[in-house]
Structures are given as structure tokens and as C-alpha cells.
């Protein structure tokens, strides 16, 4: 079993920016790709950003430019670095972490964009 715990959330205004992080504890091995996702009330999850263990990066359009997805393997801990916020981009934030296909999530942090 993987465990995930992300932090960093909260308010910010818009232009702003927030990092958040999300530690993996447990089982650790193996484990591939990490990355964010994120849901907004009435809305279905959405891919953010995902990084493999070789640091490849990918992003989704609403997001490139503004966010920046990083990893630190010796910490088993991914970090996103969110600037330019806007109030679309409030949500709640979840952690994707892949062992040998099997996926886990942490319990997600809320990241409001607002003045």
C-alpha cells in the first residue's frame, strides 16, 4: 500500500502563486509515474501535470506556462508550482501515484483562486 498526503493548499488571489506538495509513505517501490489532478464543484476530475521517474513532464493545455510539476525522488515527494492563478483554477487537488499500474490517491487539498 502507498500512502499520499498533500499539502500547501489554501487561498490566494488571483495572479498569485501556491505550491503544493504530496508525500508517498508505505509500500514505496516501484513507483512510477506521480502527478496532480484536480476537481472543481460540478465537475468531473481533470489531469493537471504527471511526471515519471525519469522526470518527463507532461501538462494539460490549461496549464502550461503557468504550473510546473517537479519531483524529488529521495524524498518520494512531487511538488506543483502554481503561478498566474486564476479563479478557474479553484479546486480540489489530488495526488496520483502509479505502483506497477496500480493507481493511489491522496485525499486531495483545496486550492481557492480568489479576491
Known amino acids: 500500500q502507498v500512502q499520499l498526503v498533500e499539502s500547501g493548499g489554501g487561498l490566494v488571489q488571483p495572479g498569485g502563486s501556491l505550491r503544493v506538495s504530496c508525500a508517498a509513505s508505505g509500500s514505496i517501490f516501484s513507483i512510477g509515474t506521480m502527478g496532480w489532478y484536480r476537481q472543481a464543484p460540478g465537475k468531473e476530475r481533470e489531469l493537471v501535470a504527471t511526471?515519471?521517474?525519469?522526470?518527463?513532464?507532461n501538462y494539460a493545455d490549461s496549464v502550461k506556462g503557468r504550473f510546473a510539476i517537479s519531483r524529488d525522488n529521495a524524498k518520494n515527494t512531487i511538488y506543483l508550482q502554481m503561478n498566474s492563478l486564476k479563479s478557474e483554477d479553484t479546486a480540489v487537488y489530488y495526488c496520483l501515484a502509479r505502483q506497477l499500474g496500480q493507481p493511489y490517491w491522496g485525499q486531495g487539498t483545496q486550492v481557492t483562486v480568489s479576491s
Open positions: 511526471i515519471t521517474s525519469g522526470y518527463n513532464t
